[in-house]
């Protein structure tokens, strides 16, 4: 691999609604790839709204832990496997997802907004008849929503997520142009010692940039933050460690000279 970058901390296996691969060739492909390690963070999005395609968010915990453990023992000699999950935030969830940190030793936790007041962006019915950068701005203020209530997680995934499915995308997009609530979202992160991800998805959806995009970064590092992961937001195999040559040129360009991982919810910094 022509990367600095030898973990990929945002990876679904079939235990992901969204997801057909089994977890086991996902990791296959990980060592193939050259990886020192990776971290599964399996969707768990409960008050998932209803779907054209009736898609369920539901997570069976106990086997995917229990499974995951298995091959993490199977592989032990070759690659690390760790032990996360992706919350959809929503504020009513808290106590739920409180618990579950409780009750499950996850190495790393991202809390990420996919449904904004009931509504997912990924399906077009969120932007009709609606103003694109009205619906932009709700989605990064339903963020901060999430954290007035939301502390204990250890990144927030994919901060400009719904540029990916705007009807055009990041065409019309910028960090200036949201610039009063993105800081305010980079302030608080900080302020509460949650970091953000470099989540490289954004390339494989076409937009030519990370989410969040390299100005957010840069902006995020300019205030103070310090805890970046690196993730892939991989469904697939094909899509392990996509475009991590460029995640480390941005992390180096924003000044950063480390990335993170977590393990046991405790954060450690790699040198690129």
Not at 196 to 214: A, K
Request: charged fraction near 25%.
């Amino acid at each position: 691999m022509e990367n600095r970058i030898l973990w990929d901390c945002h990876m679904h296996s079939s235990f992901s609604a969204d997801s057909k691969t089994d977890m086991e060739i996902m990791i296959q492909k990980a060592i193939a790839r050259g990886l020192k390690g990776v971290c599964f963070t399996e969707h768990l999005d409960p008050d998932y709204p209803p779907t054209p395609d009736n898609q369920l968010f539901h997570l069976d915990l106990s086997a995917y832990r229990s499974r995951l453990s298995e091959l993490k023992e199977k592989y032990r000699n070759h690659i690390s496997v760790n032990f996360g999950i992706e919350y959809g935030l929503q504020p009513h969830l808290k106590q739920r997802f409180d618990q579950e940190m409780n009750l499950y030793p996850f190495d790393f936790v991202i809390g990420s907004s996919h449904v904004v007041h009931g509504c997912d962006p990924y399906y077009g019915e969120f932007f009709k008849n609606r103003r694109e950068a009205d619906c932009y701005r709700e989605y990064f203020e339903s963020i901060l929503e999430n954290l007035r209530v939301f502390s204990d997680i250890d990144v927030y995934g994919h901060i400009d997520y719904i540029v990916r499915y705007g009807p055009n995308q990041n065409r019309d997009y910028s960090y200036e142009s949201y610039q009063d609530v993105l800081d305010e979202i980079l302030r608080t992160l900080i302020k509460k010692n949650t970091g953000i991800e470099i989540n490289t998805g954004g390339y494989h959806y076409g937009l030519g940039e990370p989410n969040p995009c390299t100005a957010v970064i840069r902006r995020y590092r300019e205030l103070g933050g310090e805890v970046i992961t690196i993730g892939a937001d991989a469904h697939s195999p094909d899509k392990i460690a996509f475009a991590f040559d460029k995640a480390a040129e941005i992390l180096k360009d924003c000044g950063f000279r480390y990335y993170t991982i977590f393990k046991g919810r405790k954060p450690e910094f790699i040198r690129l």
